[in-house]
């Protein structure tokens, strides 16, 4: 909203009715944006308790969290660890990474594939039970 109020509508600013309703629009639009950034974590990359980003949630468990999922990309064999890194991480598509490490579309398609699988049985091995 603070972005809204820095740039009003060009216009009369007496009329209200027309503030409010742009107003409403402005909110509803950065609320939607919102909505959707939080949606592009691809889904299966990590588990789905790790993807909300609750504010009530304990600091100590998201550290705890976020080291296992460091930790299981560090067992990731390299080209692996690469395609996750640029598609998921650096938010690259196929045809970007598939560029930058030299290889064809298909075969980042594939080691994508195969290094979430990977990922999620390496965190599926290392949650702890409780």
Do not use: C, F
């Amino acid at each position: 909203m603070l972005r809204a109020w820095a740039r009003p509508p060009q216009g009369d600013p007496e009329d209200e009715e027309r503030l409010l309703a742009w107003l409403y629009t402005v909110a509803r639009n950065l609320s939607v944006d919102m909505h959707r950034r939080d949606r592009s974590v691809p889904v299966g990359v990590v588990p789905s308790q790790l993807l909300h980003h609750a504010a009530d949630g304990d600091l100590a468990e998201r550290v705890v969290d976020r080291q296992a999922v460091r930790s299981a990309l560090t067992r990731l064999s390299e080209e692996h660890r690469e395609v996750i890194v640029r598609i998921h991480l650096r938010d690259r598509s196929g045809e970007e990474a598939a560029q930058e490490l030299g290889v064809p579309p298909g075969t980042v398609k594939s080691r994508t594939h195969y290094a979430l699988r990977a990922l999620r049985r390496e965190l599926a091995v290392r949650r702890p039970r409780g």
